[in-house]
């Protein structure tokens, strides 16, 4: 098992690829994504997780041979917003 996030700057519904080093996934292997919003609090990194008013949601997590992780998001949102991908891959 491992465990990796991702942060991405986004709204609407897209197809985010996740490219990880070789050999950590590939078309057999079982992945979990969440998601959740992050904000920066004053002095602080970008990377406080919070709930907000926008509704997220994973659609599809396609895992590939080609080192890449495909995920199918929606954050239904008028602007793009900090989001963090929170992935575990059980192999």
């Not at 491992?2 to 070789?22: E, K, M, V, Y």
């Amino acid at each position: 098992m491992s465990l990796w996030t991702a942060d991405i700057h986004r709204n609407g519904t897209f197809d985010q690829f996740i490219n990880f080093p070789s050999g950590v996934i590939n078309r057999h292997s079982h992945v979990l994504v969440s998601i959740c919003e992050i904000s920066q609090p004053a002095g602080e990194p970008l990377d406080f997780p919070f709930i907000g008013d926008a509704t997220m949601t994973i659609h599809n997590i396609c895992p590939r041979d080609d080192n890449h992780l495909q995920v199918r998001i929606s954050i239904d949102w008028d602007s793009p917003l900090n989001c963090r991908l929170w992935i575990t891959i059980l192999d």
